[in-house]
């Protein structure tokens, strides 16, 4: 391999994407480069990072179990614990199916240990909705923490490059928008929208996200929030303002794309020669990351292989659709 050849080339911006690139290159000795915009701090978030979420699949869930410790020890010795706060996020459902996804998903999580409890009725939530509390989950701070990974990775060896400098053997798409650039005709472009308040009163909890609506809301230090709404095409905006309520005052928004596949669950695996696609994980994606290193430097348990290998463009995907997102 030549000096400025590459193991992998980590094309993405997400924290996920960050992870990934120092965990394949500090535990797994792999030469890697990152091909990624250092933006967090300048523009609206295009996502969220939660260690919880309304998944559907049992598989998952047994698998963030020993992931989600990992990934917080990590980001507690590269990064410090602002990286992160714990909180007790809500999970709201208004339709008869959502509520039923929303039951599966509270018995699924309940069985992993997970403290989920019902949310009393109160005017702070849309009328005949139900709610569920997830406590003591993990929410990343992402403009902190792509900061804070910048010296670790420049420690570990990890060179950031513009794509058309990057030569490696295996090319890592891993986030919706690196995913979406390279054309795949695995996935789908899924018009969505970040909206920024003004400061407004304090929601019923930090992070609270609505299962029919493709909705999830932060609310963030000084009281403003940041709105995210996946698909919803041009009633996307009612959509968010409807959760929000009649006091809330745009302070800002902006328009991307969100990879979705057909059947809810991600896409993980090769989408062409040498390059390995990791889309349309939401919440979770970057508490995967130490599975998903392991499994692209062949280091995998055998859990978290079959994880993957289920999810791949050439696996019987009817077995790993998600209900919910």
Same mark, same amino acid.
């Given at each position: 391999?030549?000096?400025?050849?590459?193991?992998?080339?980590?094309?993405?911006?997400?924290?996920? #994407?960050?992870?990934? *690139? %120092?965990?394949? @290159?500090?535990? !797994?000795? =792999?030469? +890697?480069? /990152?091909?990624?915009?250092?933006?967090?701090?300048?523009?609206?978030?295009?996502?969220?990072?939660?260690?919880?979420?309304?998944?559907?699949?049992?598989?998952?869930?047994?698998?963030?179990?020993?992931?989600?410790?990992?990934?917080?020890?990590?980001?507690?010795?590269?990064?410090?614990?602002?990286?992160?706060?714990?909180?007790?996020?809500?999970?709201? #459902?208004?339709?008869? *199916? %959502?509520?039923? @996804?929303?039951? !599966?998903? =509270?018995? +699924?999580? /309940?069985?992993?240990?997970?403290?989920?409890?019902?949310?009393?009725?109160?005017?702070?939530?849309?009328?005949?909705?139900?709610?569920?509390?997830?406590?003591?989950?993990?929410?990343?701070?992402?403009?902190?923490?792509?900061?804070?990974?910048?010296?670790?990775?420049?420690?570990?060896?990890?060179?950031?490059?513009?794509?058309?400098?990057?030569?490696?053997?295996?090319?890592?798409?891993?986030?919706?928008?690196?995913?979406?650039? =390279?054309?795949?005709? /695995?996935?789908?472009?899924?018009?969505?929208?970040?909206?920024?308040?003004?400061?407004?009163?304090?929601?019923?909890?930090?992070?609270?996200?609505?299962?029919?609506?493709?909705?999830?809301?932060?609310?963030?230090?000084?009281?403003?929030?940041?709105?995210?709404?996946?698909?919803?095409?041009?009633?996307?905006?009612?959509?968010?303002?409807?959760?929000?309520?009649?006091?809330?005052?745009?302070?800002?928004?902006?328009?991307?794309?969100?990879?979705?596949?057909?059947?809810?669950?991600?896409?993980?695996?090769?989408?062409?020669?040498?390059?390995?696609?990791?889309?349309?994980?939401?919440?979770?994606?970057?508490?995967?990351?130490?599975?998903?290193?392991?499994?692209?430097?062949?280091?995998?348990?055998?859990?978290?292989?079959?994880?993957?290998?289920?999810?791949?463009?050439?696996?019987?995907?009817?077995?790993?659709?998600?209900?919910?997102?």
């Amino acid at each position: 391999m030549g000096a400025d050849a590459f193991d992998f080339a980590i094309v993405g911006s997400s924290p996920l #994407a960050l992870l990934l *690139a %120092g965990l394949l @290159a500090a535990r !797994h000795q =792999r030469k +890697v480069c /990152l091909v990624a915009q250092s933006h967090a701090a300048f523009r609206l978030p295009t996502g969220l990072d939660l260690s919880a979420a309304p998944l559907t699949r049992p598989e998952t869930w047994a698998l963030l179990a020993a992931t989600v410790p990992e990934t917080v020890r990590l980001l507690a010795r590269v990064a410090g614990k602002l990286a992160y706060d714990r909180i007790d996020p809500l999970v709201v #459902a208004e339709t008869a *199916a %959502g509520r039923d @996804a929303l039951g !599966h998903v =509270r018995h +699924v999580a /309940l069985g992993f240990g997970h403290a989920v409890e019902p949310e009393p009725a109160s005017s702070a939530l849309p009328g005949g909705a139900v709610a569920n509390r997830f406590r003591d989950a993990v929410l990343i701070n992402r403009p902190f923490l792509e900061a804070a990974l910048i010296p670790w990775l420049e420690s570990v060896g990890v060179r950031r490059l513009d794509v058309a400098d990057a030569t490696a053997e295996f090319t890592v798409l891993a986030d919706d928008e690196a995913a979406l650039a =390279r054309g795949s005709r /695995l996935l789908q472009p899924q018009p969505s929208l970040t909206l920024m308040t003004e400061p407004l009163p304090a929601l019923p909890a930090p992070v609270m996200s609505f299962i029919d609506r493709g909705l999830a809301m932060r609310q963030l230090t000084g009281g403003g929030v940041s709105a995210l709404v996946r698909g919803g095409g041009t009633n996307a905006n009612g959509m968010a303002g409807a959760a929000l309520g009649e006091r809330a005052r745009l302070a800002g928004q902006a328009r991307f794309l969100a990879a979705a596949t057909s059947d809810g669950a991600p896409m993980l695996g090769l989408s062409e020669a040498n390059v390995f696609t990791i889309a349309g994980l939401g919440m979770t994606g970057a508490f995967l990351a130490p599975a998903l290193a392991r499994f692209l430097a062949g280091a995998a348990t055998t859990q978290e292989a079959a994880w993957i290998d289920a999810r791949s463009p050439l696996a019987d995907r009817s077995l790993v659709a998600e209900a919910a997102s």
